[in-house]
């Protein structure tokens, strides 16, 4: 079988409107008929979510900076393989990474590069004309491994704007798809870590319908599918999980305070045999007695920390379960269980009590960035000594911890020391550390 096309939609900057042109795509080709798969570059746990709701398949996450190639492949062999085409969204800036070899520096382009999908640019004109086609030219001529095949316009303020931006287009030579003209409804809902999470948008279906009514309107979906293009190389599909599975039954936090995970990582571990067992603590559900471990996602906790003080049967369930089965905690998750979350307002809720750590939501700081963290001890992530790649995003900081049962010692994307991260006490592990692959 020909694997399917594909496309990576990429941008000079972020708040291009990446999201809300790849959405549009995806679901106005679903509505043509399409099987449609998407992938999100880079360390994005939310806009697979919505990529999902938009094209009715599963999404995944390639990362050339915390995934090995094999991994890459893979994952885009396997969207290839149950699709017609491929509408990959990119991260940032098409060439924002790290400073790494080539290839990894978790850049959008390197996995134009590596998969051969053409680029198109969405690009946000407001506040310039003929101007954009020296952006979009400069984008087409910086890295020769990829190819920019055209653009697509958003926030045209006129006709007369839109004829100024394509008559600097047509003079680069670069193909204009559509123009989306500025539309403040088109506009998903955000807060402080991004996307309200798909989950939580009462009226996606309906937001999703006018975003693919508006691209349908305003872009040749015939060019831009004859544009498409793919080289997915040949992979061995027997390839170990990117994770190992914690255990053969997996009690899996999931609700509105705890929904980050990586569909890969889940992927993995069902491939490896693993079943996953998803549970509420939000409704003061217990991790299920008939499970052998229990992960506590990252999410939203501190949105909801009276509940998740206040529910006993959760609480206890997981203090039971710990006695004898292992139970991990990741970002979110982390600071559950610990001994105190202060929220926004700066109350502080007890929590779990199960590692040395209290964190706060109302002294905010924003960590973000790719981690390589070893592990000191042996935990559900792996023997002592593991190395995994992952990265850290959120504003909650630590406000006491024990130095004692530390996770691991981490690093950032080019080597450079961040010191301790999480704890592990008995069974029970945890950090703000969300884990993409073994290193």
């Known amino acids: 079988m020909k694997p399917a096309k594909g496309l990576l939609i990429g941008a000079p900057r972020s708040g291009s409107g990446k999201t809300t042109v790849t959405l549009g795509l995806q679901r106005a080709l679903r509505r043509r008929g399409l099987a449609v798969r998407g992938v999100k570059c880079g360390p994005d746990y939310i806009d697979p979510a919505f990529h999902a709701a938009a094209t009715g398949a599963p999404s995944c996450n390639l ?10 492949d893979r994952l885009a062999a396997e969207a290839s393989a149950a699709a017609d085409i491929v509408v990959g969204e990119g991260s940032m800036g098409l060439f924002d990474g790290v400073r790494a070899a080539k290839g990894r520096t978790g ?5 134009a590069a590596r998969l051969r999908w053409p680029v198109v640019l969405v690009i946000d004109v407001s506040g310039q004309a003929q101007s954009a086609a020296a952006v979009a030219l400069g984008c087409a001529t910086y890295d020769p491994r990829i190819k920019v095949t055209g653009v697509i316009l958003n ?3 006129s006709e007369r704007h839109r004829r100024l931006v394509v008559d600097g287009m047509e003079r680069i ?6 123009a989306l003209p500025r539309e403040a409804s088109l506009i998903l809902p955000e807060r402080h870590l991004g996307l309200v999470q798909a989950g939580e948008t009462a009226d996606l279906a309906e937001r999703l319908d006018r975003l693919a009514d508006a691209v349908a309107a305003a872009v040749n979906l015939d060019a831009l599918v004859a544009a498409a293009d793919a080289a997915i190389p040949a ?12 255990g053969r039954r997996i009690a899996v936090a999931r609700d509105a305070a705890f929904s980050f995970v990586y569909p890969h990582v889940e992927a993995g571990w069902r491939a490896a045999g693993a079943e996953i067992v998803p549970f509420s603590p939000l409704a003061d559900q217990p991790p299920p007695d008939d499970c052998d471990a229990c992960w506590l996602p990252g999410g939203y906790p501190e949105l909801h920390a009276a509940t998740l003080s206040g529910a006993a049967r959760f609480r206890e369930g997981v203090r039971r379960f710990a006695e004898a089965r292992p139970v991990h905690g990741e970002c979110g998750g982390y600071m559950v269980l610990g001994d105190m979350l202060e929220d926004a ?3 502080g809720h007890p929590m779990l009590g199960l590692l040395p750590v209290s ?8 960590s973000l960035g790719y981690r390589v963290v070893t592990t ?3 935990s559900v992530l792996g023997p002592g000594g593991s190395r995994l790649t992952g990265h850290e995003f959120h504003y909650a900081t630590i406000i006491a911890s024990s130095p004692e049962g530390t996770l691991g010692e981490a690093v950032d994307a080019e080597g450079a020391s961040l010191g301790p991260v999480g704890h592990v006490r008995g069974r029970v592990s945890g950090s703000f550390f969300h884990a993409i692959a073994r290193a």
């Open 63 to 72: 990362d050339s900076f915390a995934m090995p190639d094999a991994l890459i």
């Open 107 to 111: 850049a959008s382009a390197d996995i």
């Open 155 to 157: 926030k045209v303020a």
């Open 173 to 178: 030579g670069l193909t204009v798809f559509g």
């Open 235 to 246: 992979v061995a599909h027997a390839n170990a999980p990117p994770l190992p599975p914690p």
């Open 345 to 347: 307002e700066g109350t």
């Open 359 to 366: 964190t706060s939501f109302a002294r905010r700081k924003m």
């Open 376 to 378: 000191a001890s042996p």
